[in-house]
């Protein structure tokens, strides 16, 4: 575990209710696998007690903004700020319900100018929830 | 791989991620307006290359990277 609860703010901007990332559990290369512990306080639980899909989305994005804000730490710059620039393939197979803890793999591809290409995968135990292509703009 | 194979190769591929006919990519023909790239589908462009190829385009040579003719060009001389 390299990260986990409060830590994960040495990383990213977001705060409550909006962060969507407990945990960075190992990162080495260009992948990381992040988690998420679904809480009724999550910002994106509907009222059948799931979590809509847009916070699986967020959920991926913040998996690679965290893995980015891991990468400047190490690298001893300064905390990037991610902006989502686009979806591609989204993928949602399960929408993780309350006290489901979930598991992300997000592998950072090719960069152009700032623009990053990435995947996500979500799985919660062994099922896949989720996943997506996403380019996401870091300064 | 040979120009003509990287070109059989990478053709369709391009036609098919940036959902253009084929027969719009001709060596001549302008990447960005014959792909109608934009700053972020750029990086779609270098993500198929590498992925297909093994060969990283970095931003510093993209500007040399004009036409379709440069970028076969490109992938010729720099594969592995």
């Known amino acids: 575990m390299l990260y986990m609860d409060e830590q994960i703010f040495k990383l990213m901007p977001q705060r409550d209710p909006i ?103 979500t799985r919660c135990g062994d099922t896949l929830v989720a996943d997506t292509q996403m380019k996401i703009f870091v300064e | 791989m040979t120009k003509e194979e990287i070109i059989e190769k990478v053709n369709p591929l391009l036609a098919e991620e940036f959902e253009v006919e084929e027969s719009e990519i001709t060596p001549d023909a302008v990447i960005k307006d014959a792909l109608e790239l934009d700053s972020l589908s750029l990086v779609d462009l270098v993500a198929v290359i590498e992925h297909t190829f093994k060969v990283k385009i970095p931003a510093a040579d993209l500007p040399t990277v004009k036409t379709f003719e440069d970028l076969y060009n490109y992938i010729e001389s720099h594969q592995a």
Do not use: W
């Open chain 1, 19 to 121: 962060v969507m990332v407990d945990a960075i559990y190992d990162a080495e290369g260009d992948t990381a696998h992040t988690g998420l512990t679904v809480t009724e306080r999550n910002y994106f639980i509907e009222e059948d007690g799931r979590m809509a899909e847009p916070g699986l989305i967020e959920h991926i994005a913040q998996s690679a903004s965290a893995f980015k804000g891991h990468l400047a730490l190490l690298a001893g710059q300064p905390l990037p700020i991610g902006y989502i620039g686009e979806v591609k393939k989204f993928h949602c197979y399960l929408r993780p319900a309350v006290g489901d803890t979930l598991t992300t793999t997000v592998t950072l591809g090719a960069e152009v100018n700032g623009v990053t290409l990435m995947t996500g995968e």
